[in-house]
């Protein structure tokens, strides 16, 4: 798969929707692929997360740690970024990923993707529209669990 | 030392100033012959005046007679070529000689300064005092005696000369002689004073110059390069000044002798005119004296030129002796006498104190016995501790007071004693710019103990023995085996380098110098029994690489019929490692034979292309970043400063084509694809029709290599070592996959588990031991600095090992482990330990508490360990 490629699926990530396509191509070129076999884990619960990857094909699966051991919850597919969390604001990693079948990943380091807010603001500006879209988001379905248990 | 350069000439080479002179004397009549003889060419043999009847009792005619003047003209040129010939290689060989044992006993000096002496000086002003300094005094070692000998003795038969022909003209000629013997020395002494001063100011720069060196970083952390700066400039304007005015004056007192000189011709002329016109003097006699006054000039100038050198050379001799006249020296015989005794018994400290000269004590009136089968900590607080280390290792030789080893006075032994039998270890140690090897049996080599095996002919290595006897110097072989293998308790090379393995496993040096050793290249020639191992080794890897998919997915294997996807362009083509600059990837683009190669399987057009594809493409990523970003370190093809100019040739292609480019710009252009990995950048310009091509350019260009060029690449062979790769990469054979999750490490342990199971962890470390460590050990790590000195402390087996915070760098888990395994290994045997830690000392036989430079407890740590002592108090801050 080439650059020409994930910058297509980069695209297609609302993160990045709308941003250059010229951006996007340099995100891809300092972004390392990595791929993963069925079952290995992109990363653990509570680690440190230094980088975000998008899934270019395969799916993964998203656990927590329950009290009797990690339990399944969401499956990612291709075209959706996982661990971003951890590279917009310092917390450790909120779940644990495992690759359910052959994945391949772009894997997308923090300091490349914060220098690239710093250099082209226009980015910056995308990406608060959509996590300020996901917070609404949530503020919605907050005040819909809320009013259900009233 | 002889305190004056001429005490240290007749010192060392009276016979030889003798011969010189005997045979600047003897050359003299043949001289005196070669300026005599033209004139009777001239006046006898061609203008056929006062023609002698016979010659040597042979009649002859006037043309044979000028044949044999002529001819003896010739062999008197030819004598006196030689005479000089001979004169100035005996005057050179002296001077070398001499000089070569100045520098000798200036570096014997060095090694036997006390060492409180190098806080005061520092390498900046002992190096040019014996390399630059002393340089000049050869010249004149050979010219010392011989020049004033013959010019002095040439003038007074001169002066005599005139004295006989006329007495009052001989007193006028020599009239001025004593004003000027008066008067040059009075001014050469404002001269000499000078040169002192420069001496001392240069010295001061070349201190200043080490001191920058050294200190570079925290030039660099604190902008002080202008102070610096500045501060050079500065003491090179008094250098300047200095200079100048011995110039005026060194040239005004050529000026004054010059008139002086003349002055006495003017006299000649006035007066002898005078006294001729009035008939008292003969013209001839006139005549006479001024062309033997003429004669007169030239060795009293040679005189004043040598005065003048002596001088020079005489101030250079004496200021840079002083410096070496350092009042406690040590004894020759500590560092030279060869005795052995075993440090046994019991170190007994009686009212030792240490420090320096007016400055504070460090130390004051410690008694302590320390005996040398146990363990004994030292701890304290304030000063002291490491001096008191270092005392017993006399290292430092105490200021008052008697250290003793029973009923010897410990500070007398000789090195040989103290320097095998004790060592000390203190926290920033030293390792000499030399591979890993050599610095850890550094401590085993105190004499030449066998024979080695010499390259040059013996009758060479005669030659050069005989010539450091004559100067005085160390006859010791460097060739020889210095390695003392009984030391450290081994029989042998072979088991030593065993022991060296058990020792940086004891220090936890060994998985260092293994991953030292996995990024070496080795010789195949040199060490076959590596390079072999290491062929079973990428056997195995292969083997389990090609059995086992996972592993294999990680590692692309180097395969002569396919294209490697992770590998650039460049080494693609090479299909092989570069030896030498020739084809290093930023080289190939101009490189005749690669585009050779590359016009040859018809590659030039599309490389072109593909560069011009990678421009584009870099040109559009990186344009928009400010310079100096850090992507166009890590990601571009194309720094920033180079942008510009890219940016300039697509805008000309854009116009009129790749045909249009000029030769300049088409290599610029040709450079960009070498350096594309296809796996890693993911541009999608290398399509298999290329990578078919590129294969193909990749056999031609192995077959085609001229001869000249056969050793400028190491070419990757399935069955053969390859040279100019590291061992890593020979039994990887292949490239590391990118995108595969931490490819690194797990490669990594499985190489190792691979070498582990090969049994090559030795070899590899073998290979290790040959790491340069670097200038001053400066290519390790601090930690791995002071592993290297435990280590080279260990395998001495020293009756006595002396530690100062030697483990302060490493981190405390490896601290726990080195800090065990060493009082496990030192069971029974002396140690004595400066801890850091209080605590550490609970499992020591004896505790000393220093407080202040004053000894403040001592006993067993049981003993000491309970409210109100100073190690309570101590453990109690941890």
Redesign the interface.
Known sequence: ????E?VECLRRIPLFANIDT?KL??L???S??????AG?V?FHQDDTGTCAYILMSGEAEVMVNGPGGPVPVATLASNEIVGEIAILCDVPRTATVRAATDLETLCVPKD?FF?LVT??PQMGLEIMRVLAHRLEQTTLRLREVLSGKV | MESSIFQFILRHSTRQQVVLTIMTLASFPFLYASLDLPKRIVNEAIAGKKLPETFLGFHLDQVTYLWVLCGLFLILVVLNGWFKYIINTYKGRLGERMLRRLRYELYVRVLRFPLPRFRKMSPGEIIPMITAEVEPLGGFIGDAIAIPVFQGGTLLVYIAFIFIQDPVLGAAAVSLYPFQGWLIPRLQRKVNQLGKQRVRAMRQIADRIGETVSGIQEVHTHDTAAWHLADLSHRLGDVYDIRFEIYQRKFFVKFLNNFINQLTPFFFYAIGGYLVIHGRLSFGALVAVLAAYKDLAAPWKELLDWYQQKEDNRIKYEQVVEQFHVPDLLEDRLLSAEEDLPLRGTLTFQNVGFGEDGGSRVLEAVNCDIPLDGHTAVIGIGSGRDELAQLAARVLLPSSGQIRLGETDYTALPESVTGRRATYVGATPYLFSASLYDNLVYGLRHRPMRAGEHEEPPERRRRRLSEAMLSGNATYDTRADWIDYAAAGCDGPADLKARILKVLTLVNLDDDVYAMGLSRTVDPEQRPEVAAAVMEAREAMRAMLEENP?LG?LVERFDPARFTMNSSVAENLLFGTPVGPIFQPDALASNPYVLHVLAKVGLTDRFLEIGHKVAE?MV???A???PG???FE??SFIGFAELPEYQAILARTAKDGLGALRPAERTRLMSLPFRLIPAR????LIKPEGEARLLEARRVFAEDLPADLRGAVAFFEPDTYNAAASIQDNILFGKLV????QVGSKVGRILADLVDRLHLRDTVVEVGLDHPVGVAGSRLSAAQRQKAALARAMLKRPDVLILSEATSGLDTASQNKVHSAIMEDRKGCGLIWVLHRAALARAFDRVIVLKDGRIAEQGRFEDLSKPGTVLHEMMAAE
Request: aromatic letters at 16%; hydrophobic letters at 40%; zero cysteines.
């Open positions: 798969m080439s650059i020409a994930e010229s191509k340099l891809a070129f300092t390392e692929r990595m791929s993963f076999r290995d992109l490349h220098q250099e082209f | 996972d997915r493409t559009e990523l990186f928009g970043l400010p970003h850090e992507f890590r990601f950048h993911r541009l999608g990118y995108g595969q999750a």
